[in-house]
């Protein structure tokens, strides 16, 4: 069994920072892609970020040169640090990651959520 637990939501004032994290844990062999997605209400989970296992990164448009996500191989967890956050940065986040549990057996993996408030 495999599981995600993510941490570090909470609500900031606009231009604050927060720092999410998600740590995988479990019957681990190997873990490749990791990413966040975000759902607001009313919209489709979209990708905020995501990061190869080689660390090549990728951003959605709307978040670039504000966010940073980053990887800890050794302790299975991803990061995503939101700076100079917005209003519509407002949703819950969800990690994704893939994880191999065995050759040849590679599945997704999502965190239960936490929600992110930008508010003054």
């Known amino acids: 069994q495999v599981q995600l637990v993510e941490s570090g939501g909470g609500l900031v004032q606009p231009g604050g920072s927060l720092r999410l994290s998600c740590a995988a844990s479990?019957?681990?062999?190997?873990?490749?892609?990791m990413g966040w997605y975000r759902q607001a209400p009313g919209k489709q989970r979209e990708l905020v970020a995501g990061i190869r296992s080689g660390g090549s990164t990728n951003y959605a448009d709307s978040v670039k040169g504000r966010f940073t996500i980053s990887r800890d191989n050794a302790k299975n967890t991803v990061y995503l640090q939101m700076n100079s956050l917005k209003p519509e940065d407002t949703a819950v986040y969800y990690c994704?990651?893939?994880?191999?549990?065995?050759?040849?057996?590679?599945?997704?993996?999502w965190g239960q959520g936490t929600q992110v408030t930008v508010s003054s």
């Open positions: 479990g019957s681990i062999f190997s873990i490749y892609h």
């Open positions: 994704r990651v893939q994880i191999a549990t065995g050759w040849d057996v590679v599945n997704d993996y």
